[in-house]
């Protein structure tokens, strides 16, 4: 998919954030129906860790991933605590983005 498709794509998708006390998780919606899900633990007061990225398989291709992985990244700049990124597909990203690599 080129970029023009996958950000007309997912300018339709809403991605949510549930925040518990030592887990949380992101969360990729298209129309009410969930196209991903990003887990992540606490890891004392400043740092997360990505442990899982799963996209649902209608909706592999479109970039769905990467969006959940930039959600994190914007919630550490927010809250100015760092990522460490143990699921491979988040591993990845920042492998592949050096200017996501800040919160690390």
Known sequence: MDNLLEDTYLS???IEQF???SKGFFKALEMDKEAGRMTYSWAGE???IIDHTEVNPEFKGKGVGKQLVLA???FARQKKISIIPLCTFAKSVFERNEELRDVL
């Open 12 to 14: 339709y998708m809403k």
């Open 19 to 21: 925040d518990r006390d």
């Open 46 to 48: 400043d740092r997360i």
């Open 72 to 74: 994190a990244v914007d």
